[in-house]
């Protein structure tokens, strides 16, 4: 498994999101390294990472992260993701539940009811055999690419030039087989009953316009769990841009910076 590292201190452990890989934490990288090790992997099947011989689950990508934290020597950290990325965070808190310290869940798919109804019916109809082969093949024609991106996904007309070419090279780098796996079993899990056995301090990000979250629905299970900030930004989409990031840092600095008991360990809920 490929994997970056930079700055010193408490590790903080993040996870890339769909057909991504760890560049797409690389504006982040230079302010928060200045407060923490972070250690960013290619999971699986992404990036410059192999895939796996078995299915793509987020389980099976958070087993293969946490022989990585082993070999690492990294018993206690803190844990980010992004998106799906946040399904792999979150299935590693569940097979090591005593070692997260906090957690970071950017666009976090909690559970179904979580996921806008529309991007449910584009995967069902996306990963459908012999359907996907095609999706594909025009996924990696870059025109097509940032024209579904924009329409179906991003929830905004703009995103930083930089960040769209990210997300091509992730698309092109990704293997088939694993994004479409990945992107299946990430519909269907459920997290809330492990998050609610959970004692760790939890920070949730947001863009206001992003067509993927039932944003309300966030929200409101943010509001009634102990430990829990979630921040909204207002005039986002899906896809990054310059404000947004510099508003996601803002959120994220203030939440490390924070004083927080290690949380006691507890029993594993899945």
């Not at 009811?113 to 996907?132: D, H, K, Y």
């Not at 924009?150 to 769209?164: H, L, M, N, T």
């Not at 990430?186 to 067509?211: E, I």
């Not at 841009?241 to 490390?256: H, P």
């Amino acid at each position: 498994m490929r994997y970056v590292t930079a700055g010193e201190g408490i590790p903080l452990v993040l996870c890339h999101g769909f057909i991504g890989s760890a560049e797409n934490f690389e504006s982040w990288v230079p302010r928060l390294a200045r407060h923490r090790k972070l250690v960013i992997p290619d999971l699986p099947g992404f990036g410059s990472s192999a895939p796996l011989s078995t299915e793509h689950t987020s389980r099976a990508l958070a087993a293969e992260l946490l022989v990585l934290l082993d070999q690492l020597a990294l018993p206690r950290y803190e844990l980010g993701g992004l998106c799906l990325g946040a399904a792999v965070a979150l299935e590693l808190l569940a097979m090591a539940p005593s070692r997260p310290m906090r957690m970071i869940l950017h666009t976090p798919l909690l559970d179904s009811t979580c996921i806008s109804r529309s991007f449910q019916l584009q995967v069902r109809l996306g990963t459908a055999p012999g359907v996907f082969s095609l999706i594909s093949f025009l996924g990696r024609q870059r025109m097509l690419a940032d024209f579904y991106r924009r329409v179906a996904v991003e929830g905004k007309a703009e995103v930083d030039r930089r960040s769209a070419d990210l997300n091509f090279a992730n698309q092109i780098r990704a293997d088939p087989r694993a994004a479409r796996e990945w992107l299946r079993d990430g519909m269907v899990a459920d997290f809330r009953p492990l998050l609610d056995g959970w004692p760790g301090a939890l920070a949730v990000l947001a863009a206001a316009d992003d067509r993927l979250l039932e944003l309300d629905r966030v929200q409101e299970y943010c509001a009634h769990r102990p430990r829990t900030e979630i921040s909204i930004i207002s005039s986002a989409g899906h896809g990054w841009d310059a404000e947004l990031i510099r508003r996601q840092l803002e959120v994220l600095e203030s939440f490390l910076a924070a004083d927080d008991p290690t949380p006691a360990p507890v029993p594993s809920a899945r």
